[in-house]
């Protein structure tokens, strides 16, 4: 009789025969699985003792949603952070299936919580808290790179100085009413009558 757990029976190989296969239950199992279940251990640690509730600042930062504590309670103040759809305090406790949602740096991330934990943790366990929900973010604008010039070219001149507040999108000299035709003209009229004044007093001296 077969050892129960141990020997498998695999099947006819076709001498007339059975084969089969030993398998020890003591054997170590693979290491994929591993790491995900260590983290989960790390996450399970990191909650409350003895049915403790854990406020929703401490919690959005255990998760490493924000860099400090003090950040989730101004989100929380400032209205950036909403579970279930409604706005809460700081002091607002948070419980597994809860969506929160937290804008926060014109980013808006939206989870489910998969576990309450009051301490903060690492990457590889903080997402292991939560289903992360969140839309991706906006595509960056493509910005040219303004004002970078090589090494010993010495100081821009005044065009360059133009091109580059162009590609900044600062006004340029250009739009400067001062160097509007109109006021070019002013200038010249202004000129014209300082030279009309010389030459009379010119002639008032020879008469």
Known sequence: MASEGADET?????????????RNPDAPQSPAAEPQSDAVAAARAAGPS?????????????????????????????????VNGERVKPAHSVHVGDEVRLRHEGHERIVIVKQVIRKRVGPPVAVQCYVDNSPPPPP??????????????????????????????????DADPATTPDASRDRGTHHDSRRDSRRSTHRDRQR
């Open 50 to 82: 003895n049915g403790e509730s854990v406020r929703v600042d401490s919690w959005i930062w255990s998760v490493r949603l924000v860099k400090t504590r003090s950040m989730g309670a101004a989100a929380c103040k400032g209205g950036h952070v909403r």
């Open 140 to 173: 960056r604008e493509a910005v040219a790179p303004a004002g970078i010039r090589d090494r010993g070219t010495g100081r821009p001149t005044k065009r360059d100085r133009r091109e580059m507040e162009r590609l900044r999108g600062q006004p340029t000299a």
């Open 10 to 22: 695999d099947g006819d190989n076709g001498a007339g025969t059975t084969t089969t296969t030993s």
